[in-house]
């Protein structure tokens, strides 16, 4: 699954609702805890929480976890053995198992670092509680969304080491949504020229600072910033038109702030560090230098 696809998860959420019925949500909002404007709704995660202490969890929950894959092997009447694929799609019930974390998974939903399934638990917990008087979508902007490393580091997690989406990644060397930015760079290594980008490959950016760290983030007072490249999808530079790469992100710097446009290539230092401009981006954000590394 590529970066835009992973996206594309977050915007086309199916809710069953208490009714019966079942609708499209979408959690696309930037969401950082002590940013204005896109704060963490600590009013909002509490009730959540006390509703869970006082009913736990009872009704039947779903997930979607979008197309799975399996490898079958059959053994021939030879002895030989051949494998076939099977993709399997569709909605699947929540493990009794999986409760047991529904707390801290919760939490990290409503900061900023949840998986599309587990917004989509909330969701659904969050319409059979009634917690959401003005609307389920005018819920789901004011106290859900994503921060940088969130969207990134679920998309790795859970689609590039294709970890199942019940695994939430937060342990201690899991490469999920809780990795400050910089941990993210620790084991590849970065490339030191832009003819280096392969169209093919799909890369990670981190903003550096002036001594061309990359910056953890973490915190307003140190928010750094990340996003992903989505494989094979590359602009050539011609005329007055630099080269451009195709990132996907989660970002304060747009609304709403889970978004995909084209980074292009200003320079490079010779540190390897590279000045983008974001193009799509608000005035004042639009120019950054990254650290680059294939995925």
Not at 147 to 157: H, I, M, S
Not at 253 to 260: D, I, R
Request: some cysteine; overall charge neutral.
């Amino acid at each position: 699954m590529s970066p835009a696809a992973y996206k594309a998860r977050y915007e086309h959420l199916q809710v069953p609702l208490a009714n019966g019925g079942t609708v499209e949500m979408r959690v696309n909002q930037y969401r950082l805890r002590g940013l204005p404007g896109h704060d963490v709704d600590e009013a909002a995660l509490k009730a959540f929480l006390e509703a869970l202490r006082k009913h736990h969890v009872d009704m039947e929950l779903r997930v979607d976890p979008g197309a799975r894959g399996f490898r079958i092997l059959h053994r021939n009447r030879d002895s030989s053995f051949r494998v076939t694929e099977q993709t399997v799609t569709g909605p699947e019930k929540v493990k009794a198992d999986f409760l047991e974390k529904l707390s801290v998974m919760a939490r990290y939903v409503f900061v900023g670092k949840g998986a599309p399934e587990h917004c989509q638990i909330v969701l659904q917990l969050v319409d059979h509680w009634k917690l959401a008087p003005d609307g389920l979508q005018i819920y789901a902007d004011n106290a859900l969304g994503l921060d940088c490393n969130g969207f990134v580091g679920n998309y790795l997690w859970h689609a590039s080491h294709q970890q199942d989406w019940g695994s939430l990644g937060i342990s201690r060397h899991q490469e999920g949504p809780d990795v400050s930015i910089d941990g993210y760079f620790d084991r590849r290594r970065a490339i030191r020229k832009w003819e280096d980008l392969n169209p093919a490959h799909s890369y990670i950016m981190g903003k550096v600072d002036d001594a061309g760290h990359v910056i953890p983030g973490g915190s307003v007072r140190n928010a750094g910033h990340i996003v992903i490249t989505e494989p094979g999808r590359i602009r050539q530079g011609s005329g007055a038109q630099p080269p451009a790469v195709w990132a996907v992100e989660s970002t304060a710097a747009h609304n709403p702030g889970l978004w995909e446009s084209w980074y292009s290539f200003l320079g490079v230092d010779r540190a390897g560090d590279f000045t983008i401009r974001r193009e799509d981006m608000i005035a004042g954000h639009q120019v950054m230098k990254f650290r680059i590394a294939p995925v």
